[in-house]
């Protein structure tokens, strides 16, 4: 498919065919009951400027760490109708057949509200977690945190001595690890590794956006462990330190369509609550590990992350659907277009034609993508505002408000949503991100010494709504 600038910056177009046009674009990505985004430029031409002022909801400025990466339009979708645009229309609740498309193409899927309803009964809970923020950059924050939550772990989990190197020294605050409790009359073998870390999520000078994270082993090593025992741990270990996580795994609508898309009962774990602060938010990447490609409903299925505080901006696609922009972006570049940007990234003809061949084979392209930090197409996927603006304007950008959702699928390193984030708000904005999984057994290779583990993670479990 030959590529075209996406907004003619010359043409003289009506008030609204153009905004109409990028609508309507049957190459556009559209989640259904999404609402669409735009970017926006003050070199557009005013009938543009004129038709998105007349739909807009809300105008975001990206920048982080100290990089712009342009600005966006919120539309909404009823006034874009009237001005022209078919598709928008579309933002009307979708089926779960949709959904469930985008799922098995590791499309994300925006929830808009998908925790609305529910906000105002955990509102103590968010804003003690909001506040919380200040309190993790200080010395022993994690741990008066911990010891503030002490009645809802007394039952089930001891605060342990165990102490281990950080992997990150540079971004690393502090580490508490948790040694289970056995229920009573229940024998299981001791588990001691479950874990709760804060740190930074950049050392850029000026950016205090952080994240506390509960997990358990080894990290890195045991990041794509198979072990259910400790996955189930590690989310009443999160229920109890993250009340307001509920919002997701006891949410009626948002669980149960998690369920209904895993096709069977969803395990909400890995829980990580998020600070990002203005010029926060975090570089292109991907939820999936190595192991996920290999053992089928095994592994990390996906992600989902919900906004409680403020807002975020999302860059969100499947690695096939990046894989495919890119290459687009590369045959803009080939036809002269921002010629700026190819002489900046591609400084000799040699790296360009390398550039192009990466990107014309759309197996070789996403399995680069599928390397820490998407690999050598780094330095595009992670440029703005030229490509954060030509992938808004193709559909995979989203700003999530408090109460919104997004869905994050998996399906191993070559496929899964790749995803970019940037802060949103003038303030710190807080938000949960924990990772889906089935909550099943794996079939054991060899009989299981059931006294061993005690048979703690056969809990009652209702279905969901």
């Known amino acids: 498919m030959t590529a075209t600038p996406r907004r003619s910056k010359t ?117 003690e977690a909001s506040e919380r923020h200040a309190s993790l950059k200080e010395h022993g924050g994690l741990k008066r945190w911990i010891a503030a939550r002490s009645d809802a772990l007394a039952d089930r989990f001891h605060v342990s001595h165990k102490t281990a190197p950080f992997v990150d020294p540079e971004r690393d605050l502090e580490r508490v690890y948790f040694e289970a409790v056995a229920p009573p009359g229940r024998q299981r073998k001791r588990i001691a590794d479950l874990w709760v870390k804060s740190g930074w999520l950049s050392t850029h000078e000026g950016e205090d956006s952080l994240r506390a994270r509960v997990s358990f082993g080894r990290e890195k090593d045991d990041d794509a462990s198979h072990d259910l025992l400790r996955h189930r741990l590690v989310a009443d270990l999160a229920a109890a330190l993250l009340p307001e996580s509920a919002l997701i795994t006891d949410n009626p609508h948002l669980a149960g369509l998690v369920d209904r898309l895993c096709t069977e009962r969803a395990l909400f774990t890995q829980h990580i609550a998020y600070w990002n602060s203005p010029e926060g938010g975090a570089l292109f990447h991907h939820d999936a590990f190595s192991a996920d490609s290999d053992v089928a409903g095994d592994g990390q299925l996906g992600v989902c992350y919900l906004q409680l505080t403020g807002r975020t901006a999302w860059l969100a696609l499947s690695s096939a ?80 408000s408090a109460g919104d959702a997004i869905l994050l699928p998996n399906h191993g390193l070559t496929h899964t949503a790749l995803h970019s984030v940037f802060c949103a708000s ?40």
């Open 321 to 400: 659907d990046l894989a495919h922009r890119i290459r687009e972006f590369a045959e803009l570049l080939a036809e002269g277009e921002l010629g700026w940007v190819r002489h900046q990234l591609f400084s000799e003809p040699r790296a360009f034609e390398r550039f192009q061949e990466l990107a014309r084979d759309p197996a070789v392209a996403q399995r680069e993508l599928g390397l820490p930090g998407c690999g050598r197409f780094s330095a595009l996927v992670n440029r703005g505002p030229e490509f954060t603006s030509f992938l808004a304007d193709a559909g995979h950008a989203s700003v999530l």
């Open 11 to 127: 043409a003289r177009a009506s008030r609204g065919s153009l905004l109409a046009s990028l609508l309507d674009a049957a190459d556009r990505d559209h989640c259904p009951g999404a609402r669409p985004v735009l970017s926006v430029s003050q070199h557009d031409e005013r009938a543009y400027l004129d038709a998105l002022d007349a739909c807009a909801t809300s105008r975001v400025t990206l920048s982080r760490r100290g990089a712009w990466h342009g600005d966006w339009v919120e539309v909404d979708a009823e006034r874009a109708r009237r001005l022209g645009s078919r598709r928008a229309a579309l933002a009307a609740p979708a089926d779960e057949g949709a959904f469930r498309q985008r799922w098995y193409a590791a499309r994300p899927i925006v929830l808009p509200g998908a925790a609305e309803d529910m906000l105002a009964g955990y509102a103590r809970e968010i804003a």
């Open 426 to 465: 003038d303030e710190t904005a807080y938000s949960l991100s924990l990772a889906i999984r089935l909550d099943r057994e794996r079939e054991p290779e060899s009989p299981v010494d059931t006294d061993d583990t005690g048979n703690a993670h056969e809990r009652p479990r209702a279905p969901r709504g």
